[in-house]
C-alpha cells in the first residue's frame, strides 16, 4: 500500500495547479460546485491514477518526477490508477455528462502516452505536443467550463483561445526541462523524448524560446483583454524562477551532471509556485479586489 501510495506522486499535483488557477482567475463568473468538484476530481484522481499507469508501464529504477527513489512497482499500482480513473469519471458526471465525455478524453490521451502498443512518449514531438495541450490549454478548457458552468460552443472565443495558447506555451517550455535528467533511462527504453533530441543544452535553449513566446502571447493577452497591470504582476512573479533557470543554464553548461533529479525538481516546484502566486493575484483582481 505504501508503495502504491508513493506512485501516486499525490504531491506532484502541485505542479499542475497553476494551470486550474489560471483558468478560474479568467472566467467570468464561478460556478463553485463546479469548480471544486473538478479541483478534487483532477488534483486527487486523474493527475494520481495517470502518474501511477505511468510508473507501471514505464517500470522506472531511476529517478522520476516527484520520487526520487521509486519503489518498484506492482500489479496494485495499475489496479490502482484503473480505480482512481473510474471514481475520477464518477465524479465528473456529478457536473454534467459534458464533463464526463471531457475528462475521459483526458484519460485516453494519459494512458496513450504511456500504453506500451501506442505510446506517445516515445514519440519526441507527438509526445511533447500530447503533454503541453492537455495538461495545459485543454486543462484551461475544462477549468474555465466548468467554472462558468458553459460546455457549447458559445464558450469559445478569442480571449478563451489565447488563454488555452497561452496555458499550452507555459507548459511547454518547462515540461522538456522535466525530462533532463532521464536521458539515460528514457533513451534504453525507447523512448526518445524531446529533451533527449536536444541534448541538455539544447534543451534549455528550446526552454528559453518557448518562455519568450510564452511572454509575449501573455503581454498581448493581458493588455487586450485586462490591462499592463497584470502582465507586470505577472512578469514580476515569475523573476524568481527566470533567475534560478539561468543559475541552473550555467552550472549545467558548466558541468552537465548538475541537470540532475534535485535541480530539475527545485525548478518545478520554484517556477510552479511563482506561477501559482501570479495567477491567484490576478483570480483577486478579476472576481474579488471591486468589492474592497
Known sequence: MKNILLHLRLPFSYFLLPVFIFGI???????????????????????????????YMDKDVGSIGGLKNPPPVSKGVYLASIVL?????????????KMLLLILVYISVSKAYSWGKIRLKKYSIIGWLSVIIFQGGYTFLLVSMASENNFTLSWF??????????????????????????????SQRGDFTISYRLGIQGTFIFSVIMF????????????????????????????????????????AIKNKKAADFTHTM??????????????MILFYLNHYSKYF
Open 25 to 55: 482567475a479568467q472566467s467570468k463568473h464561478i460556478d463553485i460546485f463546479n469548480s471544486v468538484i473538478l479541483f478534487i476530481t483532477l488534483h486527487f484522481l486523474i493527475y494520481p491514477a495517470s502518474n501511477a499507469y505511468n510508473s
Open 85 to 97: 480513473d473510474v471514481v475520477g469519471l464518477l465524479m465528473s458526471l456529478l457536473i454534467n455528462i
Open 157 to 186: 472565443n478569442f480571449q478563451k483561445i489565447e488563454g488555452i495558447v497561452l496555458s499550452t506555451m507555459l507548459i511547454g517550455a518547462y515540461y522538456p526541462l522535466t525530462q533532463i535528467y532521464q536521458h539515460d533511462e528514457d
Open 212 to 251: 519568450l513566446i510564452s511572454f509575449v502571447i501573455a503581454y498581448h493577452y493581458f493588455n487586450k483583454y485586462f490591462d499592463s497591470f497584470q502582465f507586470y504582476i505577472f512578469g514580476l512573479c515569475l523573476t524568481p524562477a527566470i533567475i534560478y533557470f539561468l543559475y541552473w543554464f550555467i552550472k
Open 266 to 279: 527545485r525548478m518545478t516546484f520554484l517556477s510552479s509556485t511563482c506561477l501559482l502566486i501570479a495567477f
